[in-house]
């Protein structure tokens, strides 16, 4: 089935570590984006990606890197840089300004 | 800088009953209008799409409607069930960065 893949579920960060969301779609879709979302609040953007080799810082970008080197991936890092980073971390693709898809989300933890 | 608002923030109705839920934004220079649902740790399943040029989607008991000059959405919920019960959140396109700005969401219970 076509679909967006984010893993892992759960992650739990130490201080001062580095840790990778995997984001992957078979939707054949352009877009790609990264959102942050906090509790009883909506989705804030970290970065997006409309084109492979291309991508663009959102609101709220500081402590966050990501690549796009294949169409169908979009990984997203969060860096010792990031005070605040636990939160649930939601990637989602879409084709021109359609219906956007969501993954299942990951959460992480800072212990 | 587009701004979405969803009032309430949290609903509880019985079981069997029609419900409105209210999304407004700032800028009136939207794509789309975009109605999601998400359960308890999950990621956003969409609901109804509203291209900027429609007045109004339905899909099932749902039917979406939008007022672009007025920079207002509305979600119908028609014969209430408790599988209804999520969060529902808005979301308007943005022009020129193919972004979307999304509302907190209004979290709704329905009672058996």
């Known amino acids: 089935d076509g679909g967006i893949t984010q893993s892992p579920k759960y992650l739990f960060r130490k201080e001062g570590q580095n840790v990778t969301l995997s984001c992957e779609q078979n939707l054949n879709h352009d877009a790609m984006y990264w959102y942050r979302q906090d509790p009883g609040q909506g989705l804030r953007l970290i970065y997006y990606?409309?084109?492979?080799?291309?991508?663009q810082k959102g609101d709220i970008a500081e402590g966050y890197s990501v690549s796009r080197e294949k169409k169908e991936s979009f990984p997203l890092t969060v860096t010792s840089a990031q005070k605040n980073p636990t939160a649930f971390y939601l990637c989602?693709?879409?084709?021109?300004?359609?219906?956007?898809?969501f993954g299942e989300g990951s959460w992480l933890t800072v212990v | 800088k587009q701004e979405v608002t969803q009032i309430p923030a949290a609903l509880s109705v019985p079981e069997g009953e029609n419900l409105v839920l209210n999304c407004s934004f700032t800028d009136s220079a939207i794509y789309n209008l975009q109605w999601f649902r998400q359960d308890p740790g999950k990621g956003l399943t969409s609901l109804l799409l509203i291209q900027s040029s429609q007045r109004e989607q339905t899909s099932g008991r749902l039917n979406a409607s939008l007022d672009k000059s007025s920079g207002r959405s509305t979600l119908y919920i028609a014969a209430s069930q408790p599988g209804d019960s999520a969060t529902y959140l808005c979301a308007v396109s943005i022009p020129l960065r193919n972004d979307m700005r999304f509302g907190a969401g209004t979290r709704l219970t329905v009672k058996p």
């Open positions: 990606s409309q084109i492979v080799n291309d991508f």
């Open positions: 989602a693709s879409r084709r021109g300004s359609n219906t956007i898809y």
